[in-house]
């Protein structure tokens, strides 16, 4: 007879907002050492969160002050996904409440991210630094494909921003929306989007529409996770600012405010920095317990 491995603490945090009502929440099991993929799998499901987070140890060599790095992995309610920015935020304020400010290393199935974590006042703020970002075409086909999915017409699109694929840890397709109309109007065909997005290894659609020079709002269906929308995602928000620079939409060196969850009654904010002369984007925010 077998002894089931006990269920570990999960912690509740919520990433992009300083308050437990705002933001992405995320699950987070700080020692995940003792648990297979099912189990993680089956912890992601029953909380029904976008992502949450499994702390392992690090591999061997991985850089970073001793006692301050870790293996990190990522599951959705309905499969494992290579990097999260919202569950990476919350679990770099979780251990900065436990261990102090300071600079976390962690290693994803996408590489390995840097998070610095600073503390004003008695709120938590985390920057993590993507991994080697990459812009690529998307094909006419698969563009038009996402718009039948979405129910939106090509004339609803900003010509200014044209249809990419981007990557800063995920693959995300970038869409953007004429007006902020548009955008709030989102009743999308999930089991088709979902379909386009496993084929073309999507982990959301990054819709967006530019609200000013360096202020975005942006939302992110998610089917492929499981769910409808997610309301703040770090990793999307990294692949933008890699596009948005590339295209030549945003200086080199920029500061981006995305604002994402408002249409879902959980605002949050997303800080979006670009430096001239390092490709790598970094995307910063609050977290706070939730309970």
Not at 128 to 140: G, I, R
Not at 176 to 200: G, I, P, V
Request: glycine share 10%.
């Amino acid at each position: 007879m077998t002894t089931k491995t006990p269920r570990p603490e999960v912690l509740r945090y919520t990433a992009f907002s300083s308050t437990p009502d705002g933001g992405n929440p995320a699950g987070i099991v700080l020692d995940a050492s003792a648990l297979d993929d099912s189990d993680m799998l089956a912890i992601a499901h029953d909380l029904g969160y976008s992502e949450s987070a499994f702390l392992t140890a690090p591999p061997e060599g991985l850089g970073g002050r001793e006692g301050r790095a870790y293996g990190i992995r990522y599951f959705s309610p309905k499969a494992e996904v290579p990097f999260c920015g919202h569950a990476t935020v919350a679990t770099a304020v979780a251990l900065a409440e436990r261990t102090g400010p300071g600079e976390f290393v962690f290693a994803t199935r996408a590489g390995t991210v840097p998070v610095e974590v600073t503390e004003e006042g008695g709120t938590f703020r985390a920057t993590l630094t993507s991994v080697e970002p990459y812009v690529e075409e998307t094909a006419d086909a698969d563009v038009t494909e996402a718009l039948a999915a979405l129910g939106w017409p090509a004339a609803d699109l900003d010509p200014d921003f044209p249809p990419r694929t981007a990557f800063a840890g995920a693959r995300h397709l970038v869409l953007a929306a004429a007006t902020r109309e548009r955008l709030a109007d989102l009743s999308y065909d999930f089991a088709r989007l979902e379909a386009l997005m496993h084929r073309l290894d999507l982990t959301t659609v990054q819709l967006v529409w530019r609200e000013s020079a360096t202020v975005f709002h942006v939302r992110d269906p998610f089917p492929v996770g499981g769910v409808v929308e997610d309301p703040a995602t770090g990793a999307a928000a990294a692949a933008f600012g890699a596009y948005a620079r590339e295209l030549g939409l945003v200086p080199a060196d920029a500061v981006l405010t995305l604002h994402q969850g408002a249409d879902l009654g959980r605002p949050g904010e997303l800080t979006v920095t670009l430096r001239a002369g390092d490709r790598r984007v970094r995307v910063s925010g609050t977290g706070t317990r939730i309970r």
